[in-house]
């Protein structure tokens, strides 16, 4: 599957972004380029919304004239394209119209809004840029000991800098499972439930975060039967997508229930039913999609197709 936000093409040269004086020579060259994004949100201009990124150079000499509390928006470091260094800063520690001044953006926009305009590999390292800085947000401080951490490699980690602790502290991951679950039986149906709060009529794929010691297989057994009360049998790869909303990683699976009784959880779910293909066909044909950018909707497209 060819999806959204994978296969960006950045080198992020893993083994020098903790070499501090290799990171300076990239941010004085003249064609190194800045990403700025506001609260979880990119910068855009024009009337056509195109997305705002600045030449480091513009943007060194804007940056160290801005208020943000704390100290200076470092920017962090997202990869090389050719020879060309790419990074990301966070500008969310000033009001919106502060940000939008010293970006020379005209507005914001949400970052899976416009996914279909940017193009795979912008689309990629936007999400990439969105999820790192969000990281940095919500890393300030030391879980073991409470000490504010401070940047280092290139925005790749963070170090406590309480004397005698040090942590280190690595961007984390959160895995999650989504699943196409088919009927044991004919007629070819698939399942799909109506969360808790959700309108009515707003089906989706089961999904849910993998727990603690638990292999992904595991937990698509145990999210369906946990959610819906199916039991499932037979669980298939699919694929991945990387999910940075903030810090997702999706993995995709299609999966055979041994049997096509429904008891859902009234927690998680409100409601869950078989859908044949031509059910769901014109279930989605009835409701238009909203972004179209994730792994659920690809895994339903291919089921779909499969009844030609």
């Given at each position: 599957m060819d999806l959204p936000y994978n296969g960006l093409a950045l080198d992020r040269a893993a083994g020098r972004r903790g070499d501090e004086a290799w990171l300076r020579g990239l941010r004085?060259?003249?064609?190194?380029?800045?990403?700025?994004?506001?609260?979880?949100?990119?910068?855009v201009s024009g009337p056509a919304g195109e997305l705002v990124t600045i030449a480091m150079a513009e943007a060194a000499a804007a940056l160290d004239e801005s208020t943000v509390p704390g100290g200076r928006a470092a920017p962090v470091f997202l990869g090389l394209d050719?020879?060309?260094?790419?990074?990301?800063?966070?500008?969310?520690?000033?009001?919106?119209?502060?940000?939008?001044?010293?970006?020379?953006?005209?507005?914001?926009?949400?970052?899976?809004?416009?996914?279909?305009?940017l193009g795979a590999q912008r689309a990629a390292a936007l999400a990439y840029a969105r999820g790192l800085l969000r990281w940095h947000r919500d890393q300030g401080f030391c879980g073991e000991c409470g000490a504010r951490s401070e940047v280092q490699a290139g925005g790749h980690q963070r170090a406590c800098t309480a004397p005698g602790c040090g942590r280190l502290l690595f961007p984390r991951i959160e895995p999650a499972i989504i699943v196409v679950v088919e009927a044991p039986g004919p007629p070819p149906r698939c399942l799909l439930g109506r969360h808790r709060g959700g309108a009515a009529g707003a089906y989706a794929l089961i999904a849910g975060f993998v727990d603690i010691g638990e292999s992904l297989e595991d937990a698509v057994r145990r999210e369906v039967g946990e959610e819906a009360g199916v039991p499932v049998g037979e669980v298939r790869y699919q694929g991945s997508q990387a999910?940075?909303?903030?810090?997702?990683?999706?993995?995709?699976?299609?999966?055979?229930?041994?049997?096509?009784?429904?008891?859902?959880?009234?927690?998680?779910?409100?409601?869950?039913?078989?859908?044949?293909r031509p059910?769901?066909?014109?279930?989605?044909?009835?409701?238009?999609?909203?972004?179209?950018?994730?792994?659920?909707t690809f895994l339903l497209d291919a089921w779909l197709a499969e009844g030609g």
């Open positions: 004085e060259r003249q064609d190194s380029l800045v990403i700025p994004l506001w609260r979880d949100q990119c910068l050719g020879e060309t260094g790419i990074f990301a800063v966070d500008l969310s520690a000033l009001a919106e119209a502060a940000a939008l001044r010293l970006a020379g953006a005209s507005g914001v926009a949400d970052t899976r809004s416009l996914f279909a305009a999910w940075p909303f903030p810090a997702g990683l999706m993995a995709g699976f299609r999966a055979r229930a041994t049997s096509d009784v429904i008891a859902v959880d009234h927690d998680e779910l409100e409601e869950a039913r078989w859908f044949t059910e769901l066909a014109a279930h989605r044909a009835a409701r238009p999609r909203t972004h179209g950018d994730s792994i659920g």
